[in-house]
T-cell receptor, first 115, second 112 residues
């Protein structure tokens, strides 16, 4: 199993540009999520999905869109990039949202710089 | 005030030392408590996982949860240079096990 994969690894954007960060998992996990990591802030939840066709907002959703058309894929779209979105983005997956069992697996991250 | 507070360090110790990492939290409804380890430029990986209060031991690592004080700890015995990483505490509610609330992370360096 490849686990959770993310592309690209690095990206530089100009203010106002749009782009999609790709995330895929091959563990048949229902639950997938996106976090951003900023210095001194830890990881913060952007959006999450409990299954195909179902998404919801996390702690810091503004400026980001998500969709979940398949169990495997959960792309994150930046609609109009701003310098405040410069961060490291991590995708994660888990068997489900409820219950005590189940490790949350993280991808290797995408480092995004917005100029 | 953040829901989860963690001393960001950095923390530098000699090889073989006992390391204590700590987090405090404000939401008494948290039920799941986790410690993640993150090596430089990598994604976090789960190190320890505890449900409700108590202790859990795994090799050189011990996780403690004190819900009455809203305080969790991770102890590393006989620390090794390979333990050098950022350690993140994380918590979640019983019915929202996927939504993790993270501390800021503590950067640990173990010197040979």
């Amino acid at each position: 199993n490849a686990g959770v994969t993310q592309t690209p690894k690095f990206q530089v954007l100009k203010t106002g540009q749009s782009m999609t960060l790709q995330c895929a998992q091959d563990m048949n996990h229902e639950y997938m999520s996106w976090y951003r990591q900023d210095p001194g802030m830890g990881l913060r939840l952007i959006h999450y999905s409990v299954g195909a066709g179902i998404t919801d907002q996390g702690e810091v959703p503004n400026g980001y869109n998500v969709s979940r058309s398949t169990t495997e894929d959960f792309p994150l779209r930046l609609l109009s990039a701003a310098p405040s979105q410069t961060s490291v983005y991590f995708c994660a997956s888990r068997w489900g949202d409820r219950g005590i069992m189940g490790e949350q697996f993280f991808g290797p991250g995408t480092r995004l710089t917005v100029l | 005030q953040k829901e989860v507070e963690q001393d960001p360090g950095p923390l530098s110790v000699p090889e073989g030392a006992i390391v204590s990492l700590n987090c405090t939290y404000s939401n008494s409804a948290f039920q799941y408590f986790m410690w993640y380890r993150q090596y430089s430029r990598k994604g976090p990986e789960l190190l320890m996982y505890t449900y409700s209060s108590g202790n859990k031991e795994d090799g050189r690592f011990t996780a403690q949860v004190d819900k009455s004080s809203k305080y969790i700890s991770l102890f590393i015995r006989d620390s090794q240079p390979s333990d050098s990483a950022t350690y993140l505490c994380a918590m979640s509610l019983y019915n929202q096990g996927g939504k993790l609330i993270f501390g800021q992370g503590t950067e640990l360096s173990v010197k040979p």
